[in-house]
């Protein structure tokens, strides 16, 4: 299989495979069966000498990878949040492979660099951002495509973290504190620890957001300690329970005392995209970085996390280091993305943003979010019809947020007996001290009788559950 | 483009399309006659409301995207060094994208974490690592991909951090020192300021490669002024001019100072594979973590940066933030790999490799590997037999380091003479004072008659400038 007309017809195979494993999805089981070790009973211990027949590898897929797949593209797939899975992304990566370049300079790849301009415009206006978040001439801000949130966050915080030692010293990089919410991602406590900085989790409200108020605090008492704070993660759209933080509230208070303002909408990004949705994200003008994942929510296959900045060079100033092997004769005239996040090496990866957007249409991208949003009211309003269940907080996008009423071990009980029998995949959460169990409408070809179907998955295991 | 069946016809004809391209690169100029900002004069300023056709997009990929590529797998393209690309790692990555899950944990897709595990050992063995980097019963080693070499520095340089804190408190960060030589790839120093720690960058010999003797004077100076070495990163191949540091006598001084040794193999990697370069590894067993691409040289494309450790605590406890929307009723059985690596979200990138591995074979992967190295000396031998020019450093890999006799002005005017004119494309080096060119032997279609080419290309050039 390495030569030409082979791959012809092995490619060709495989679009086959893939659209039969697509369109046929709905009758695989959602959750794999199988217990840790299994895989490696099923395949030698080591590389064969000799190539073998691609048609060996294509009985393989079946008989070794598709037994031990969590099909994340199952309309019986609940669980997290979506991850997008489109046919013109798919396609797209197909030439992002071919071409095959490593595009960390301009110079490296002139369509890379420059065709992610252009993308991580055409997203912004889709969004209604700032301009000041966009390329424009003459302007200091825009965007990149990092492989995902923690990324972002994580380069938000180092940036914040190199702007606060150049003013403070670096001698203060032990007294930095960073704030987020106690329902921001894992990723954010994560990013502080891997920048060596202090976290502080703070409380959120009784709608589980984090307010100005609390904030402001925060930063008075730290401040009174000799601390300094540095850089605030916001969440619009909170993993636990898609949550909104109060940016109108935090932006002025982070502008006032010079702490970086990083906006993390990985999944409810793509919604603001409808105007019905955008005044969730007013405020944005406050920070300096804001990010979203299209990898989620719009289409865009895994990795693809959309981050802009309103000051490039304060990123630039940060991760700069610059040997002569990788500089060239236009430097400066263009970015060099390699200096806009961690790894040196990137995908051509706007190709997968540039063929969903023009095979979608905005309207199409429009219509994609609200049917997904449609879908998670009438699941909610068939649990709010439910005098066993209640509802943890409103729906707002496509996750829906319940429990048993009773005690949380109840609703940890459902929740396993659910994900054991494996004809619905779900994932739970804990808000403060309570247990909920979260709904995600995932799959792009989710329909009305899925939503029926998990409702009647959930009533028969509650009834099924030792009350 | 949203529904199967155009994505059956689509997706065939971008097989076809990229076989073509690959084909035929060869007629392509290796480099873009573009300036900076070419692209956004070709497409619209925003994304169409409405879906257009795919024939469209296949149009403008020839009209906006081609004339703007450096064509990284021309048997023209001879700069930095090479970046794989496959047909059977083209074909896999089509079916990671349709099962599109997201690795970060076993539950997530157990066949996505125990492919993995399978390939870094199939991988492990092919190199002769010693088997406490492999995963065994009861052993604490085992490897897992990350996106670049660069992630893979910096979570060596973070779990060291992470062990020295805790072994001497975290208010010791501000006297860690981080080692490696003058030629480390940049990422090295740039982790160690990612990390927020004091980067030293020690000389090496005359053959570029850092000693034994060098180290332990750094580290006796350091520590005399109170400072507290904790990790080296040693280079097998550096990028300037592929030189190797000492292993053997820079593994035992980090093993009796407690110091953290990564081995960074980034390129040269993929030969000790070949049983004649495999001793150039030896010393390995003093490290604590090694590297290297796959997706540099072994046919698998980017990203694949395959490292392995002797103690994977190590790196998840530097690592782990456990939320309960995460975990899992397996947990401790198998690796979770988001607790490797810095983001939490992971392709299915093990396919590529089973696919390269099984559809090459173990001998396959070596005569690929072979062919290189030899098309290299071919060039080096018409470059001794010219007494224009002189080697820098014996060619050792698939990189031939050189430059004519004299001063760096005449080496960098034929470095721009050449690349400006564009039939190769060639990145220069400095090692010392001296200005290099490097040529590296990279696609996997070069033929000895590009090599000749390549050599007239130089001298053509050679005799144009102004001396």
Known sequence: MTDVHEFRVFGKAMIDYVADYLETIRDRPVMPQVTPGYLKELIPEEAPDTPE??????????RVIMPGVTHWHSPQFHAYFPTANSYPAIVADILSDAIGCIGFSWIASPACTELEMV????????LNLPEQFLFRPGGKGGGVIQGTASEATLVAVLAARSKATRKHGTEATTKLVAYTSKLAHSSAERAGSLAGVMVRCLDVDED????????????????????IPFVAVATLGTTSCCSYDNLLELGPICNEEDIWLHVDAAYAGSAFICPEYRPILN??????????NPHKWMLVNFDCSTMWVQDADSIVSSFNVDPLYLQHKFQG??????HWHIPLGRRFRSLK???????YGQEGI????RTHIKLAHEFEAQIEQDERFEIFNPTTMGLVCFRLKGS???????NKSINDEGRIHITPSKVGETFILRFAVCARTTEPKDIDFAYRVLVENALKIDR
């Open 53 to 62: 027949h691609w048609k060996d590898i294509m009985k393989d897929v079946e």
């Open 119 to 126: 993308m991580m415009n055409w997203l912004g206006k889709m």
């Open 208 to 227: 589980q957001s984090l307010r100005g108020e609390t904030l402001r605090r925060a930063i008075d008492e730290d401040k009174a300690k000799g601390l």
């Open 283 to 292: 405020g944005v003008e406050f920070a300096q970085s804001f990010n979203f």
């Open 333 to 338: 005239q263009i970015p060099d993305y390699r």
């Open 353 to 359: 943003i540039w063929f969903v957007l023009r095979l």
């Open 366 to 369: 429009r219509s994609y979010i």
């Open 408 to 414: 949380n071990e109840l609703n940890e009980a459902l």
